[in-house]
């Protein structure tokens, strides 16, 4: 099936039409409005967000638009006199084993990307319609001043070297950040998400972008398509908090990803980085539920994928299979096996992050330190072309090359090259042939993102029984092969029977290549084995298909959703509710307030009246004030409820005649100052507080910035200004030390806002909301206005009491019953406020108009 703006797309590339013009900027393809509002041009006003009130149907999605920053197509220029191009498919791109990963049949797939080659722009306009109409690729053509600035300059000179944990702290080590070279990449990113909108449905289709090129691209596409069901996948390294904070522009790329639906990552530690940079600059916070880890991120939840990505089980057996493939290995059968020669690979990228020139120093080390293998063993390290351009890039090409005739002027002899240095591009058959005859494969890169060369090398050892022949095995042979890894690689945690090393210890390295030749054949074997199992099982198409089951898992709920777009630029961002979820609104509540005469209300302190950042928790004169007009309205019962302890309650609102406080989370209750403390709950024997006092001193000794808070009933270990990383992984440990030494005791321990509390059971705020509600029907005073605002999850206990309540005597039939949450999160309250700003604003509005009518 194809998408309704799709065909109106197909229409116009047809002979029939006139011929799209894909290739301008100037020039845009009119298109079919698929959702109401929806415009071409985009600009930072939000105004233009499609707000999405009415949840569209959403199908089951058949089609995908994979968006990266090259197409997978090769293009070349005709030969003969006339003009024109050629077009074929990469097939070594990934973007394109993906799709065949997935299937012809499951899913229809397009894409969008710039070529490699440049394309004069007389002649963008019939590229892109045959690029349309044969390969459903949409061409993002870019003036080349504009692409460098882009590519070479932001990407390839400051992303790319940081998120390697290369920082600039010279002009000569890694570009310093170039604001010109910023905005580059933002206006790319930008072209990019107009080329998208040329062919999107956003009811159905899919959106899947790949890599650090185009981090911001999902601020663009969620300010048009709030609902758009968006994937990112990182390729590359996400750098460990310490090194990503130093980025000028570390929040807008956090705060773009954050508008993807499901972020990708090759390995945990990525994922951890990238989690540790929403919790520490963002203030963001992570959970995981049944296996999947999600951010909560203004009311959207933002799934985050760890998988590897695989290999490309076909087309790789299929090379194997090739005639070539097995005419070049019994070359190199004759260049090396008949030789007596043992040959160790290595394949590479010719840059300073593949490690190469410290392979070559393991090497040299092994045959000073293990002569016996002098004339016997051959390092044939294959240097692809670099990606990149710069110093850095001849810097390493000089050294490789001096090395490696240091090395071969060293050791070698007539007849004998210790190391082979092959760098002029290889085809793949050729490439395949080195794995197969390799004994070993060495990757020292020190740092990668992913590295896909060790499962090529598993996959092309396992052979088949026409390269066994040539190999001289028989069909029942056991296969072979062994790997010396960098531990700093994506592919490494997956490859379990690898030799791990540090490829900055030499000595290490030389000594696992030594291991690697020396070990057992039964072993190597095994290890094999183990590799060969999960590397056949977990290739790009198993990869694709469950990033895309879990996108469309992530996106299931948008049609249930109330979104809508907020913020300026790259700050934009949707907030997504729950339709029942809505914001508080000043003018129904105050006009309820006014046609209401008997009224209760129920407010949290911290975190609703008070910051939680706040250094002063003392109230403000301002709120002081605030409650005492609503406290002199004798329509009014107005309660604190905090966990603070009744004495400083008391202090702080002592101003208040007329105020109630349920201190300690309800444990002691006063209905206003001159009366007595009361108890909700029986008097507890505290003898527990000496098992969880040590406890507790114990992570505050080693917890640098937490505290403790002795109250009378609770006590309370606070780690509010700890490192949030180490304070959250603390306060866990804790919890479980605490629910274990106090598993006999009649108490609860519970985590909260950067605390973890011990109290008595049956202690909660909803105990004074049962009592406020009792007390008020005992007196007669049945409310028909009652207003309860909380800011976490002690406070759901009065919002789930006062729910229960309606249907009961408590509170009057026609009640008006306003349960409110600070900030947009999960809640059994039916409203929100954004902070405490908004809140006593509110009760300011309130108390104007209990002012109003005691002078009335």
């Given at each position: 099936?194809?998408?309704?703006?799709?065909?109106?797309?197909?229409?116009?590339?047809?002979?029939?039409?006139?011929?799209?013009?894909?290739?301008?900027?100037?020039?845009?393809?009119?298109?079919?409005?698929?959702?109401?509002?929806?415009?071409?041009?985009?600009?930072?006003?939000?105004?233009?967000?499609?707000?999405?009130?009415?949840?569209?149907?959403?199908?089951?999605?058949?089609?995908?638009?994979?968006?990266?920053?090259?197409?997978?197509?090769?293009?070349?220029?005709?030969?003969?006199?006339?003009?024109?191009?050629?077009?074929?498919?990469?097939?070594?791109?990934?973007?394109?084993?993906?799709?065949?990963?997935?299937?012809?049949?499951?899913?229809?797939?397009?894409?969008?990307?710039?070529?490699?080659?440049?394309?004069?722009?007389?002649?963008?306009?019939?590229?892109?319609?045959?690029?349309?109409?044969?390969?459903?690729?949409?061409?993002?053509?870019?003036?080349?001043?504009?692409?460098?600035?882009?590519?070479?300059?932001?990407?390839?000179?400051?992303?790319?070297?940081?998120?390697?944990?290369?920082?600039?702290?010279?002009?000569?080590?890694?570009?310093?950040?170039?604001?010109?070279?910023?905005?580059?990449?933002?206006?790319v990113n930008k072209i990019f998400a107009d080329r998208i909108m040329?062919?999107?449905?956003?009811?159905?289709?899919?959106?899947?972008?790949?890599?650090?090129?185009?981090?911001?691209?999902?601020?663009?596409?969620?300010?048009?398509?709030?609902?758009?069901?968006?994937?990112?996948?990182?390729?590359?390294?996400?750098?460990?908090?310490?090194?990503?904070?130093?980025?000028?522009?570390?929040?807008?790329?956090?705060?773009?990803?954050?508008?993807?639906?499901?972020?990708?990552?090759?390995?945990?530690?990525?994922?951890?980085?990238?989690?540790?940079?929403?919790?520490?600059?963002?203030?963001?916070?992570?959970?995981?539920?049944?296996?999947?880890?999600?951010?909560?991120?203004?009311?959207?939840?933002?799934?985050?994928?760890?998988?590897?990505?695989?290999?490309?089980?076909?087309?790789?057996?299929?090379?194997?299979?090739?005639?070539?493939?097995?005419?070049?290995?019994?070359?190199?059968?004759?260049?090396?096996?008949?030789?007596?020669?043992?040959?160790?690979?290595?394949?590479?990228?010719?840059?300073?992050?593949?490690?190469?020139?410290?392979?070559?120093?393991?090497?040299?080390?092994?045959?000073?330190?293990?002569?016996?293998?002098?004339?016997?063993?051959?390092?044939?390290?294959?240097?692809?072309?670099?990606?990149?351009?710069?110093?850095?890039?001849?810097?390493?090409?000089?050294?490789?090359n001096s090395t490696v005739k240091r090395i071969n002027d060293t050791?070698?002899?007539?007849?004998?090259?210790?190391?082979?240095?092959?760098?002029?591009?290889?085809?793949?058959?050729?490439?395949?042939?080195?794995?197969?005859?390799?004994?070993?494969?060495?990757?020292?890169?020190?740092?990668?993102?992913?590295?896909?060369?060790?499962?090529?090398?598993?996959?092309?050892?396992?052979?088949?029984?026409?390269?066994?022949?040539?190999?001289?095995?028989?069909?029942?042979?056991?296969?072979?092969?062994?790997?010396?890894?960098?531990?700093?690689?994506?592919?490494?945690?997956?490859?379990?029977?690898?030799?791990?090393?540090?490829?900055?210890?030499?000595?290490?390295?030389?000594?696992?290549?030594?291991?690697?030749?020396?070990?057992?054949?039964?072993?190597?074997?095994?290890?094999?084995?183990?590799?060969?199992?999960?590397?056949?099982?977990?290739?790009?198409?198993?990869?694709?298909?469950?990033?895309?089951?879990?996108?469309?898992?992530?996106?299931?709920?948008?049609?249930?959703?109330?979104?809508?777009?907020?913020?300026?630029?790259?700050?934009?961002?949707?907030?997504?509710?729950?339709?029942?979820?809505?914001?508080?609104?000043?003018?129904?509540?105050?006009?309820?307030?006014?046609?209401?005469?008997?009224?209760?209300?129920?407010?949290?302190?911290?975190?609703?009246?008070?910051?939680?950042?706040?250094?002063?928790?003392?109230?403000?004169?301002?709120?002081?004030?605030?409650?005492?007009?609503?406290?002199?309205?004798?329509?009014?019962?107005?309660?604190?409820?905090?966990?603070?302890?009744?004495?400083?309650?008391?202090?702080?609102?002592?101003?208040?005649?007329?105020?109630?406080?349920?201190?300690?989370?309800?444990?002691?209750?006063?209905?206003?100052?001159?009366?007595?403390?009361?108890?909700?709950?029986?008097?507890?024997?505290?003898?527990?507080?000496?098992?969880?006092?040590?406890?507790?001193?114990?992570?505050?000794?080693?917890?640098?910035?937490?505290?403790?808070?002795?109250?009378?009933?609770?006590t309370v270990w606070c780690y509010e200004d700890a490192d949030p990383?180490?304070?959250?992984?603390?306060?866990?440990?804790?919890?479980?030390?605490?629910?274990?030494?106090?598993?006999?005791?009649?108490?609860?321990?519970?985590?909260?806002?950067?605390?973890?509390?011990?109290?008595?059971?049956?202690?909660?705020?909803?105990?004074?909301?049962?009592?406020?509600?009792?007390?008020?029907?005992?007196?007669?005073?049945?409310?028909?206005?009652?207003?309860?605002?909380?800011?976490?999850?002690?406070?759901?206990?009065?919002?789930?009491?006062?729910?229960?309540?309606?249907?009961?005597?408590?509170?009057?039939?026609?009640?008006?019953?306003?349960?409110?949450?600070?900030?947009?999160?999960?809640?059994?309250?039916?409203?929100?406020?954004?902070?405490?700003?908004?809140?006593?604003?509110?009760?300011?509005?309130?108390?104007?108009?209990?002012?109003?009518?005691?002078?009335?």
């Amino acid at each position: 099936m194809v998408s309704r703006s799709y065909s109106n797309l197909l229409e116009l590339a047809s002979s029939e039409g006139p011929s799209p013009s894909l290739g301008r900027m100037s020039r845009r393809i009119p298109r079919v409005m698929t959702v109401p509002g929806i415009i071409s041009d985009l600009d930072d006003d939000p105004s233009e967000s499609v707000c999405s009130d009415d949840p569209s149907s959403v199908a089951q999605p058949d089609r995908l638009i994979i968006v990266a920053n090259q197409l997978p197509i090769r293009a070349q220029r005709k030969t003969d006199d006339s003009k024109g191009w050629i077009f074929s498919w990469d097939e070594n791109s990934i973007l394109l084993q993906l799709k065949e990963g997935l299937g012809d049949n499951d899913i229809e797939v397009f894409y969008v990307g710039t070529l490699k080659e440049e394309i004069h722009p007389n002649e963008q306009d019939e590229v892109s319609q045959i690029l349309l109409e044969t390969f459903k690729c949409v061409p993002t053509f870019l003036p080349p001043d504009l692409y460098c600035r882009y590519y070479h300059g932001f990407c390839k000179q400051q992303l790319w070297p940081l998120f390697h944990y290369m920082l600039p702290l010279s002009p000569d080590l890694g570009g310093r950040f170039n604001r010109s070279l910023w905005q580059a990449y933002v206006s790319v990113n930008k072209i990019f998400a107009d080329r998208i909108m040329e062919v999107i449905n956003p009811e159905d289709d899919f959106v899947w972008i790949h890599d650090y090129h185009l981090m911001v691209l999902p601020t663009f596409l969620r300010k048009r398509f709030n609902r758009v069901k968006l994937g990112f996948f990182l390729h590359s390294p996400f750098p460990s908090s310490e090194i990503y904070k130093t980025l000028p522009i570390r929040e807008e790329l956090l705060r773009a990803l954050l508008n993807s639906d499901l972020i990708g990552f090759h390995t945990f530690d990525y994922a951890r980085h990238f989690l540790s940079c929403c919790s520490r600059m963002l203030g963001l916070s992570y959970e995981s539920k049944r296996g999947y880890i999600g951010l909560e991120y203004y009311g959207r939840t933002v799934s985050i994928k760890i998988l590897p990505v695989g290999i490309h089980m076909s087309q790789l057996q299929s090379v194997l299979s090739l005639p070539e493939t097995e005419t070049k290995v019994a070359d190199l059968i004759k260049q090396f096996h008949d030789q007596g020669r043992i040959m160790l690979l290595g394949v590479d990228d010719m840059d300073i992050f593949k490690g190469i020139s410290l392979k070559l120093l393991a090497m040299e080390q092994l045959l000073v330190q293990h002569p016996e293998w002098q004339g016997k063993v051959v390092l044939v390290q294959i240097a692809n072309p670099a990606r990149g351009r710069g110093k850095d890039v001849k810097e390493v090409q000089a050294e490789t090359n001096s090395t490696v005739k240091r090395i071969n002027d060293t050791f070698g002899k007539p007849g004998y090259e210790p190391v082979i240095l092959i760098d002029q591009p290889l085809k793949f058959y050729e490439r395949i042939a080195y794995y197969v005859v390799a004994e070993c494969c060495l990757v020292t890169a020190v740092r990668d993102g992913m590295n896909l060369i060790p499962y090529e090398y598993i996959i092309s050892r396992q052979g088949n029984e026409r390269l066994d022949k040539v190999l001289g095995l028989t069909s029942n042979s056991p296969k072979k092969s062994m790997l010396v890894v960098s531990e700093f690689i994506g592919c490494s945690p997956s490859l379990s029977g690898a030799i791990r090393v540090n490829p900055w210890n030499i000595d290490i390295v030389a000594e696992a290549m030594d291991c690697s030749l020396e070990m057992a054949e039964p072993e190597k074997q095994l290890r094999h084995e183990k590799h060969y199992k999960y590397v056949s099982t977990h290739d790009v198409g198993y990869w694709a298909r469950s990033f895309l089951q879990d996108l469309e898992r992530t996106c299931k709920d948008h049609e249930t959703r109330r979104c809508w777009g907020i913020g300026f630029g790259l700050s934009f961002r949707v907030v997504s509710l729950d339709p029942n979820f809505k914001k508080l609104s000043m003018e129904h509540i105050v006009s309820v307030y006014k046609r209401t005469t008997t009224r209760a209300l129920l407010l949290d302190y911290d975190g609703t009246l008070m910051p939680h950042s706040a250094i002063d928790k003392s109230p403000t004169a301002k709120t002081i004030e605030v409650l005492k007009h609503l406290c002199r309205d004798k329509n009014n019962m107005v309660f604190i409820v905090s966990a603070k302890s009744r004495n400083t309650l008391g202090q702080w609102f002592s101003g208040c005649d007329n105020l109630g406080i349920g201190a300690e989370h309800g444990f002691f209750l006063r209905p206003h100052k001159t009366a007595e403390w009361e108890t909700c709950a029986p008097v507890v024997d505290c003898s527990w507080k000496q098992i969880a006092e040590p406890v507790m001193k114990l992570y505050t000794e080693t917890t640098d910035g937490s505290t403790i808070e002795d109250k009378e009933t609770s006590t309370v270990w606070c780690y509010e200004d700890a490192d949030p990383d180490f304070g959250s992984c603390q306060a866990k440990e804790l919890l479980d030390h605490l629910d274990s030494v106090l598993a006999n005791e009649p108490v609860t321990v519970k985590s909260g806002q950067n605390v973890v509390e011990v109290k008595p059971q049956g202690v909660s705020k909803g105990l004074v909301a049962k009592r406020l509600l009792s007390t008020m029907q005992e007196r007669g005073m049945v409310p028909d206005f009652v207003l309860c605002i909380g800011d976490d999850r002690s406070d759901e206990d009065m919002f789930e009491v006062i729910s229960s309540s309606i249907p009961s005597q408590t509170i009057a039939s026609k009640v008006e019953v306003f349960e409110c949450t600070v900030g947009k999160k999960p809640s059994k309250a039916k409203y929100y406020l954004d902070d405490t700003v908004q809140i006593l604003s509110l009760l300011q509005g309130l108390a104007s108009v209990s002012e109003q009518a005691a002078v009335e």
